[in-house]
C-alpha cells in the first residue's frame, strides 16, 4: 500500500485537511466546537473497529449509526452549514465567475453605489441625531439575499424613509424601539424585528445586545446593519460578519451609498 501512495492522495489529504480545518473554524465561532470534537472522535473509532480490526458486529451496529448520523449532522448544524455555503457564495471570486454567467450586466455606477441619497440622507441624519441624544437604533438594510422571515418577526410599516419616521420608531417610549428596522426595496417595511444574536467571543465587550444582532443578521446574510449606541452614541455598521465603529457622517453615507464596506 506504501509503494502505491502517490501526489493524488496527497492532494486528498490535504483536501480534507483543509476541510475540516474550515468546519473546526466555523464550529469555533458557533460554539459547536465540543460537538465537533465528539463527531471527531466517532468516526476516528468507528473507522478503526470497521476499517482496521474489522469487527463485524460492533463494525454493523456502527455503520447503521453512521447512515442516521449524517441526516441527524445536517439537522444538527443547519445554521452552520448554511452560513459555510453562503461564505462559499458570497466569497470575491465566487462572485465574480457568477457574473461571467449573467445576461445582463449592472452598469460601473449600479455597482458601485448600492442605494441613492433620498434614501442615505434620512437615514444618516436620523443616526447623527440619535447618537448627539444616546438613543439606541438599529437599521437593517436589504441587499441581494431576502430578509422575509425577519421582516415577518415585526410589525408591518411599509412607507417611506423619513428621518422623522426612524426617530419615532426609536424612540424611548416607543413600542417599536427594542427591536429591528428594516430596509427593502427604498422602504422601511417593518420595525421590532427580530435577529439572530451572534455569540462570538471576539465580539468587543462594550458592544451590546444590538451589535451582537446586527453581528448576528450579517453573519447569515449579506444584508447591512447599522448600529447606534445607547451607552455611548458611537454608530457602527456590520456587514460580513466584521465591524466598522466610531463612524462619522461621511464615512456612514459612504458605506450606505454601496451597501457594504
Given at each position: 500500500?506504501?509503494?502505491?501512495?502517490?501526489?493524488?492522495?496527497?492532494?486528498?489529504?490535504?483536501?480534507?485537511?483543509?476541510?475540516?480545518y474550515?468546519?473546526?473554524?466555523?464550529?469555533?465561532?458557533?460554539?459547536?466546537?465540543?460537538?465537533?470534537?465528539?463527531?471527531?472522535?466517532?468516526?476516528?473509532?468507528?473507522?478503526?473497529?470497521s476499517?482496521?480490526?474489522?469487527?463485524?458486529?460492533?463494525?454493523?451496529?456502527?455503520?447503521?449509526?453512521?447512515?442516521?448520523?449524517?441526516?441527524?449532522?445536517?439537522?444538527?448544524?443547519q445554521?452552520?452549514?448554511?452560513?459555510f455555503?453562503?461564505?462559499?457564495?458570497?466569497?470575491?471570486?465566487?462572485?465574480?465567475?457568477?457574473?461571467?454567467?449573467?445576461?445582463?450586466?449592472?452598469?460601473?455606477?449600479?455597482?458601485?453605489y448600492?442605494?441613492d441619497?433620498?434614501?442615505?440622507?434620512?437615514?444618516?441624519?436620523?443616526?447623527?441625531?440619535?447618537?448627539?441624544?444616546?438613543?439606541?437604533?438599529?437599521?437593517?438594510?436589504?441587499n441581494?439575499i431576502p430578509?422575509?422571515e425577519?421582516?415577518?418577526?415585526?410589525?408591518?410599516?411599509?412607507?417611506?424613509?423619513t428621518?422623522?419616521l426612524?426617530?419615532?420608531?426609536?424612540?424611548?417610549?416607543?413600542?417599536?424601539?427594542?427591536?429591528?428596522?428594516?430596509?427593502?426595496?427604498?422602504?422601511?417595511?417593518a420595525?421590532?424585528?427580530?435577529?439572530?444574536?451572534?455569540?462570538?467571543?471576539?465580539?468587543?465587550?462594550?458592544?451590546?445586545?444590538?451589535?451582537?444582532?446586527g453581528?448576528?443578521?450579517?453573519?447569515?446574510?449579506d444584508?447591512?446593519?447599522?448600529?447606534?449606541?445607547?451607552?455611548?452614541?458611537?454608530?457602527?455598521a456590520?456587514?460580513?460578519?466584521?465591524?466598522?465603529?466610531?463612524?462619522?457622517?461621511?464615512?456612514?453615507?459612504?458605506?450606505?451609498?454601496?451597501?457594504?464596506?
Amino acid at each position: 500500500m506504501f509503494f502505491n501512495f502517490g501526489i493524488k492522495d496527497i492532494i486528498d489529504i490535504l483536501l480534507v485537511a483543509v476541510i475540516l480545518y474550515y468546519c473546526y473554524k466555523v464550529m469555533k465561532h458557533s460554539r459547536s466546537v465540543n460537538i465537533f470534537y465528539g463527531v471527531l472522535i466517532f468516526v476516528s473509532f468507528w473507522i478503526v473497529v470497521s476499517k482496521v480490526l474489522e469487527m463485524k458486529l460492533l463494525g454493523g451496529i456502527l455503520n447503521q449509526l453512521v447512515n442516521v448520523g449524517a441526516i441527524a449532522l445536517i439537522i444538527l448544524f443547519q445554521e452552520d452549514i448554511r452560513h459555510f455555503f453562503y461564505e462559499l457564495g458570497a466569497h470575491e471570486k465566487a462572485n465574480r465567475l457568477v457574473r461571467l454567467f449573467r445576461a445582463e450586466r449592472k452598469s460601473n455606477v449600479a455597482d458601485e453605489y448600492r442605494y441613492d441619497r433620498d434614501i442615505i440622507f434620512p437615514i444618516v441624519m436620523a443616526c447623527l441625531n440619535m447618537s448627539k441624544q444616546k438613543v439606541g437604533a438599529l437599521i437593517v438594510l436589504e441587499n441581494d439575499i431576502p430578509l422575509t422571515e425577519y421582516i415577518r418577526s415585526g410589525e408591518t410599516i411599509d412607507a417611506r424613509i423619513t428621518q422623522r419616521l426612524i426617530e419615532n420608531i426609536f424612540f424611548k417610549n416607543s413600542p417599536l424601539h427594542d427591536g429591528a428596522m428594516i430596509v427593502s426595496e427604498g422602504k422601511i417595511v417593518a420595525a421590532a424585528c427580530i435577529l439572530p444574536i451572534s455569540h462570538d467571543l471576539d465580539i468587543p465587550k462594550e458592544f451590546g445586545l444590538r451589535h451582537r444582532a446586527g453581528k448576528g443578521i450579517t453573519s447569515e446574510t449579506d444584508a447591512l446593519a447599522i448600529i447606534v449606541s445607547e451607552e455611548t452614541g458611537n454608530i457602527t455598521a456590520a456587514h460580513s460578519d466584521q465591524f466598522r465603529s466610531h463612524l462619522t457622517a461621511e464615512e456612514l453615507e459612504n458605506i450606505l451609498m454601496k451597501g457594504r464596506f
